[in-house]
């Protein structure tokens, strides 16, 4: 039973590109959470997601930002116009129960922006 | 605002002793606190959690203690073991929400 997963696991990205990354939750696992973590810094909650359904977008920034979860397909967190203070590890995690009804939320390994 | 602080960045322990971790917060509102387990190029894993109807919740050689009228709690490892060495986050939500994660403390455990 595979974990949850992230690619890429390291992605560089130049000022002003756009960086996409990827979650795939765990198999049965339909709520998706995004977590950013900045040097010296904790995880901080970006956007809670369910299928075809943003839940909660509250720690997103308001522009350059975006999170969805398709149908099928994995979780894409995208970041337009990336500056060098978007350079920090995102993680994914996912839930089988809806946030509140689960103990636990099962992270991937990260993704790794470094912006140039 | 920093509303779960750990406020030691590292603690190194021997083999064999007890391990303690500490965790503040300051939202009154919290009502399920968890800590994980991050080992480095990994994402975080789940290790315990407790809710704030208790004040004590054990799992083999982890324990988690919280104290609500001082919002504080604390994760006891015992005995320490090498492979406890890893960085450990303490995490809080109020009602099932978000949850706020500290800064994390970095466990080091000497053989």
């Known amino acids: 039973n595979a974990g949850v997963m992230q690619n890429p696991r390291h992605l560089v990205r130049r000022r002003g590109q756009e960086a996409r990354l990827r979650c795939s939750p765990m198999k049965g696992h339909s709520h998706v959470y995004w977590y950013r973590q900045l040097p010296e810094e904790g995880l901080k909650f970006m956007v809670y997601?369910?299928?075809?359904?943003?839940?909660?977008e509250s720690g997103m920034p308001k522009e350059r930002f975006s999170a969805e979860f398709p149908k099928e397909g994995p979780s894409i967190l995208r970041i337009q116009q990336v500056v060098r203070g978007d350079s920090a590890a995102y993680f994914c995690?996912?839930?089988?129960?809806?946030?509140?009804?689960?103990?636990?939320?099962?992270f991937g390994p990260g993704t790794r922006l470094t912006v140039l | 605002d920093q509303q779960v602080k750990q406020n030691s960045p590292s603690l190194s322990v021997q083999e064999g002793r007890i391990s303690i971790l500490n965790c503040d917060y300051t939202n009154s509102m919290f009502d399920y606190f968890l800590w994980y387990k991050k080992y480095p190029a990994e994402g975080p894993t789940f290790l315990i959690s407790?809710?704030?109807?208790?004040d004590k919740n054990e799992d083999g050689r982890f324990t988690v203690f919280l104290n609500k009228s001082a919002k504080h709690l604390s994760l006891h490892i015992v005995p320490s073991q090498p492979g406890d060495s890893a960085v450990y986050f303490c995490a809080a939500s109020a009602h099932g929400n978000q949850f706020y994660f500290g800064t994390g403390t970095s466990l080091t455990v000497i053989p």
């Open positions: 995690a996912s839930s089988p129960v809806a946030r509140g009804l689960s103990d636990e939320q099962f």
């Open positions: 997601l369910q299928k075809e359904n943003i839940i909660d």
């Open positions: 407790i809710s704030s109807i208790k």
